[in-house]
């Protein structure tokens, strides 16, 4: 693959890291007011357990692979957007770009893989705001993706 790929990749695995902070951020705000319970790397974590896999597993040690999976996703995500994006614009485009991507994300985990292996339902079939939530906060996870990623892609290799 061509090394700018790479770079590319790179550079948005590492937008990812800022961008699941301001969502974690977020979602922890939320939770706090009582707007959301369980956030999906929660979900996800505890039908592991449900199922067997962790079950044994101390609390403490649950929490940070709760946390290790959402930052996980979150590069992840970060590193596929990266290699989409191989011309930067300005930060308010790339903020736009970024939005898109994350209710992108959002779709296809959501309303994709989650409801697949189980871990809750589709999206149609939930409480409305129990569905936008989710569709904002990974609007704000993009477009913080976004700006960070333009702001790593403004540094010399």
């Known amino acids: 693959m061509e090394n700018g790929f790479i770079a590319r990749a790179a550079k948005g695995a590492a937008g990812g890291v800022p961008a699941t902070l301001v969502l ?3 979602r922890g705000s939320l939770s706090s007011m009582g707007i959301v319970h369980k956030t999906a790397p929660m979900q996800v974590v505890e039908s592991f357990t449900e ?3 962790a079950s044994e597993w101390p609390p403490t040690a649950k929490r940070l692979l709760t946390l290790g999976a959402h930052f996980g996703y979150g590069a992840g995500a970060g590193t596929a957007f990266g290699a989409l994006r191989s011309e930067k614009e300005d930060y308010a485009t790339e903020a736009a770009v970024g939005a898109s991507l994350g ?3 959002w779709g296809l ?3 994709g893989w989650l409801p697949l292996l189980g871990v809750h339902q589709a999206p149609w079939s939930q ?3 129990k569905v936008l ?3 904002l906060d990974h609007a704000v996870f ?3 993706w976004g700006v960070s990623n333009k702001a ?4 010399k290799d």
């Open 152 to 155: 790593f892609s403004r540094r």
């Open 133 to 135: 939530l989710p569709i």
């Open 24 to 26: 974690s951020a977020l």
């Open 109 to 111: 985990g959501w309303a």
């Open 103 to 105: 209710v992108l994300i």
């Open 142 to 144: 993009g477009a913080v």
């Open 127 to 129: 409480n409305t705001s």
């Open 51 to 53: 199922s067997g896999f």
